[in-house]
């Protein structure tokens, strides 16, 4: 059981568990600032460039 | 036909047809750069997921809430792209090997079989004898997902001018007129190099993920469905950009084997 969740979360949230939780909270965020009555689909454009560039700056990094 | 017949046709004709080509993007990316049997193997389940969901709900197929479908399906794909991209972007740019994943592969696939056990599921992007769970479950969600925006497109205009019959065959012949379309690019797509191929993969993967996410969530894009047309090159050449900053940093610390700055994707 143990092996099967981790199956899953290797295959939908990889090695970079940040960029995936950055795609849950970006989308949070469209949502709620739609709800509020702001024009948001611009944020989770933003928000991938930002996600990708601290993914790889991070590989760079190491 | 009267002038109403002809223009329920001729819309649902080119809704279906911008569906079917957003689901035959995804299903040539995995099939090309993964494997086309799992890939055709998805093909056919979402077909299948997708015929029992209208055959049981029938016309209140239009009361599943797309929204949540979008989030979901928009979320997994822009994850599972965003991981592609950095890939071919880390490989690009000379930081990663280009062939990295077939030592992956023979691993995986040996301790799959020390496991005793297939290798379903395997995050290999090599092509494997065994099912290709990347492919297949990629190629699965984008027919099911857009198999029911053309499902809803058949009901609502359908119903609206009280000829379902016509809406669906207006349907059935765009989904037929793009299939063939892409049986006629599938060749000529094969013979573009693996590592490009992969890079146009995440690039795709990001940008429909990108834009179902932020639908699910309640944001209405620019000019609808041609915001596509702006968000895949955005995206493309914003990750061009990344790959030749990465390159400069590999050059500055002299890491070996980084391709040419003209043979980047």
């Not at chain 2, 649902?12 to 099939?31: D, R, Y």
């Not at chain 2, 599972?80 to 995986?108: M, N, T, V, Y």
Request: hydrophobic residues 60%.
């Amino acid at each position: 059981m143990k092996r099967a969740l981790l199956a899953i979360w290797d295959f939908i949230v990889g090695d970079d568990w940040v960029t995936a939780a950055g795609v849950v909270v970006a989308g949070a965020a469209t949502a709620a600032l739609q709800s509020a009555g702001v024009v948001a689909w611009w944020l989770i454009p933003v928000a991938v460039a930002l996600l990708l560039t601290r993914s790889l700056a991070r590989h760079r990094g190491s | 036909m009267s002038g109403s017949q002809s223009a329920l046709a001729v819309s649902v004709f080119l809704a279906c047809t911008v569906e079917a080509v957003e689901a035959l993007t995804i299903v040539l990316a995995v099939g090309t750069t993964r494997s086309w049997r799992s890939a055709l193997y998805g093909v056919g389940a979402g077909v299948l997921a997708l015929a029992v969901v209208v055959a049981a709900l029938g016309p209140a197929v239009s009361s599943i809430p797309i929204g949540a479908l979008r989030v979901s399906v928009g979320g997994l794909l822009l994850v599972f792209g965003l991981q592609w991209l950095r890939k071919a972007i880390l490989r690009a740019s000379g930081l990663k090997a280009l062939h990295d994943e077939e030592a992956i592969f023979a691993r995986e696939a040996e301790l799959a079989r020390s496991a005793g056990a297939g290798a379903p599921g395997s995050r290999s992007e090599s092509p494997s004898p065994s099912l290709d769970g990347y492919a297949f479950t990629i190629a699965f969600k984008g027919v099911l997902l857009e198999g029911l925006e053309v499902a809803f497109i058949v009901l609502t205009f359908g119903t609206n001018q009280h000829d379902v019959g016509l809406a669906a065959a207006a349907a059935a012949a765009a989904v037929i007129v793009v299939v063939v379309a892409g049986v006629a690019v599938r060749a000529p797509l094969a013979r573009v190099p693996e590592n490009t191929m992969k890079f146009v993969v995440g690039v795709l993967l990001s940008s429909f993920g990108t834009f179902w996410l932020a639908e699910g969530a309640g944001a209405h894009w620019p000019g609808g469905d041609a915001s596509l047309l702006a968000l895949i090159p955005g995206i493309g050449l914003f990750a061009i950009a990344l790959v030749a900053w990465l390159r400069g940093s590999a050059a500055a610390v002299g890491v070996p084997g980084a391709p040419p700055l003209e043979r980047l994707p």
